[in-house]
């Protein structure tokens, strides 16, 4: 806890939980809602893996850089969990490898010096795998770590995944000249490629049937799960990805802690938890070329057909910064989200500080929101963005509420402090602020389509927010 640091006025404190209780109502008792962390934590266990070790080095990898360890790796992951699991040992050294598949009760542990160097040829991340891209169920390129309906699987230790994506291969794929795309070159952006992927979503063409792959330029995610449970990961750090870094879907009971992440490509978000079931966050860094950590659950008609929300989110003492929000929930929202809680992190050259962002294309409901305890150095666009018209428009009008924010310092907004829009037939309602604190912003605030918007102990350029 680092209360002490935010000079605030924390002699109000019984006054803001009274107040908080009062407005969100977050439960049948009106009690604090952030009583309910514990409750989250104490719910998550660790995975627990069998000790035995296995290491890559006696299957055949060599840590030369240069060797393909693929096989050696994937041996090894097998016979660990043929076994019935235990660590699989990445010892000291530099591996290069193709995707790497994790089975159940397998704990992939990198040694202190150990680096997976991750091949950049398309070719190697196939055959396709099930998989979700930017909120859509596809066939496409495997993950570089990828697990699906597995249970009790890790990623440990003091070592490092180096995509080694660059603008010289994955990247361009995004199709934009700073990314190293130039005129002429393939992209996601063709038509036969994302443009294809959105439009057989919205006619629910099976999933088995959106064969995407060669020749589509949609960039694998770097860790995904997909359908599992008991999942950890910890201590590693994480470098230069194709695109989402830490991707777990549809999966519960997850722990991600200690982790450095480091990329700054296109949508190299840091943490990307879609439709899964308590999440515990805690003690991370992130360096992103996009959102530090975005909460998710589907974009549009695919998400609501599978209409699972992310819930019992837990983020703590995490560093955040330089991508475009330190703090996001969205866009791909569709399933809805719930109970996410955000305290005590330290935020810096970020677009946005807290972005929360949706529209009528996608629907859902986003609910019990809570951020408290947060520092944040520089902002370039805003402080604080809740949108409830991201992007494309629609019939599924979002419901946004229940949101708070409270002993919250911004050192210097940039464009604004405030911002939140909602619709008139689905306002964005029940928003409660304290102990707030924005500084050096032009725009102070902005509100649109909004109800029971609640300011305590709020300031926006040294004046009270009332």
Not at 177 to 201: F, Y
Request: glycine share 8%; aromatic share 10%; proline share 5%.
């Amino acid at each position: 806890m680092r209360k002490d640091k935010f000079g605030v006025v924390f002699s109000s404190v019984v006054y803001v939980v009274l107040v908080v209780s009062n407005v969100l109502n977050c439960n049948a008792q009106g009690s604090d809602p952030w009583e309910t962390v514990a409750k989250i934590t104490n719910n998550i266990k660790l995975p627990v893996f069998a000790k035995r070790d296995f290491l890559i080095t006696q299957f055949g990898a060599k840590p030369d850089g240069v060797t393909n360890c693929s096989n050696a790796i994937k041996q090894a992951v097998e016979a660990c969990h043929n076994a019935g699991g235990g660590r699989v040992v990445v010892p000291a050294g530099s591996y290069f490898t193709g995707p790497v598949y994790l089975k159940s009760n397998v704990n992939l542990h990198l040694e202190k010096g150990a680096t997976l160097l991750f091949s950049t040829n398309p070719d190697d991340y196939l055959p396709l795998v099930y998989t979700r891209w930017e909120g859509v169920e596809l066939m496409n390129y495997s993950p570089l770590v990828y697990a699906f309906k597995e249970t009790n699987i890790a990623i440990t230790g003091e070592g490092t995944l180096n995509g080694q994506a660059t603008k010289l291969n994955w990247w361009p794929w995004k199709g934009r000249s700073e990314c190293g795309w130039v005129k002429g070159m393939p992209s996601q952006k063709d038509t036969d490629c994302r443009p294809a992927l959105l439009a057989m979503a919205e006619v629910d063409k099976p999933v088995e049937d959106r064969k995407f792959g060669n020749g589509f330029y949609l960039r694998p995610q770097f860790i995904q799960p997909y359908c599992c449970s008991n999942v950890q990961i910890e201590g590693v750090t994480i470098i230069n990805s194709p695109m989402w870094i830490l991707n777990p879907v549809l999966c519960n009971n997850i722990t991600i802690s200690n982790v450095k992440i480091v990329s700054d490509g296109p949508n190299t978000d840091g943490c990307d938890p879609e439709s899964c079931k308590d999440v515990w966050i805690k003690d991370c860094y992130f360096d992103t070329g996009d959102d530090c950590i975005a909460i998710k659950s589907g974009r549009n008609r695919d998400g609501r057909r599978i209409n699972v929300p992310c819930e019992n989110i837990v983020v703590q003492n995490c560093t955040l910064i330089n991508g475009h929000a330190g703090i996001g929930v969205g866009s791909e929202i569709s399933g809805g989200v719930k109970n996410l809680f955000f305290e005590n992190c330290k935020i810096n050259n970020t677009s946005w500080a807290v972005r929360i962002k949706t529209s009528s294309m996608r629907g859902g409901t986003t609910e019990n929101v809570h951020i408290r305890n947060i520092e944040a150095g520089k902002t370039n666009v805003q402080a604080i963005c809740i949108t409830m018209m991201y992007e494309d428009s629609g019939p599924n009008f979002p419901i946004l509420k229940d949101i708070s924010f409270s002993d919250f310092i911004v050192k210097n907004g940039g464009e604004g402090g405030v911002f939140i829009e909602g619709y008139p037939e689905s306002p964005a309602q029940n928003i409660l602020f304290n102990n707030v604190s924005i500084s050096n912003v032009k725009t102070p605030y902005k509100f649109s389509n909004t109800k029971d918007i609640t300011f305590t102990n709020t300031l926006i350029n040294g004046k009270k927010v009332d």
